[in-house]
T-cell receptor, first 115, second 114 residues
Framework: AQSVTQLGSHVSVSEGALVLLRCNYS??????LFWYVQYPNQGLQLLLK??????LVKGINGFEAEFKKSETSFHLTKPSAHMSDAAEYFC?????????????FGTGTRLQVTL | GAGVSQSPSNKVTEKGKDVELRCDPI?????LYWYRQSLGQGLEFLIY????????KSGLPSDRFSAERTGGSVSTLTIQRTQQEDSAVYLC????????????FGPGTRLLVL
């Protein structure tokens, strides 16, 4: 079975500072990895995904993540935080079986951006 | 284009009642997923449908939960004899055929069982 660990349930950064949200995964087979963002009272929106192509993945809103197999990590970064980045972020893993894949999510990290 | 829609957006029910939650996927998407988001359990997979294949029900927490998908499009999640621990946000997602495909989520149905 696969699992995801997100270190830090709350992260606070100043506007303009680096954003780093940590995600480590466990999987017995090569996984697919995802970062989703959730704004209050909304559904989840995909930021980026790794599906065994390039290990450095660029997503929307200036976010990127690097798949590091040796560290079983998929940390999310953004060089300069903006107030609009304040939200909850979820890392997810899937082990594709067949033609669909169910996601296993981490517990989420709430990002606060301060002036 | 239109995204995934869910109805109702909020549902308050009494313990022991049955509830039905509806999901309209994005047109053309063959896969449909249900997830549950609760304070105690976080985000957890419930069930998915892929085309005409038998659904994967491995995440359903009890036999009080069931789901169907009619005509390969709209899906209904039914919870019978609701319990207080069923209170959560129920999220639906859909995607194109293929395990690499992005799942697009609806806004969810917030269920409160009194």
């Amino acid at each position: 079975a696969q699992s995801v660990t997100q270190l830090g349930s709350h992260v606070s950064v100043s506007e303009g500072a680096l954003v780093l949200l940590r995600c480590n995964y466990s999987s017995s087979v090569p996984p697919y990895l995802f970062w989703y963002v959730q704004y209050p009272n909304q559904g989840l929106q995909l930021l980026l995904k790794y599906t065994s192509a390039a290990t450095l993945v660029k997503g929307i809103n200036g976010f990127e993540a690097e798949f590091k197999k040796s560290e079983t990590s998929f940390h999310l970064t953004k060089p300069s935080a903006h107030m609009s980045d304040a939200a909850e972020y979820f890392c997810a893993v899937s082990v594709p079986t067949g033609t669909a894949s169910k996601l296993t999510f981490g517990t989420g990290t709430r990002l606060q951006v301060t002036l | 284009g239109a995204g995934v829609s869910q109805s109702p957006s909020n549902k308050v029910t009494e313990k022991g009642k049955d509830v039905e939650l509806r999901c309209d996927p994005i047109s053309g998407h063959t896969a449909l997923y249900w997830y549950r988001q609760s304070l105690g359990q976080g985000l957890e997979f419930l069930i998915y449908f892929q085309g005409n294949s038998a659904p994967d029900k491995s995440g359903l927490p009890s036999d009080r939960f069931s789901a169907e998908r009619t005509g390969g499009s709209v899906s209904t999640l039914t919870i019978q004899r609701t319990q207080q621990e069923d209170s959560a946000v129920y999220l639906c997602a859909s995607s194109f055929w293929g395990a690499r495909e992005t799942q697009y989520f609806g806004p969810g149905t917030r269920l409160l069982v009194l």
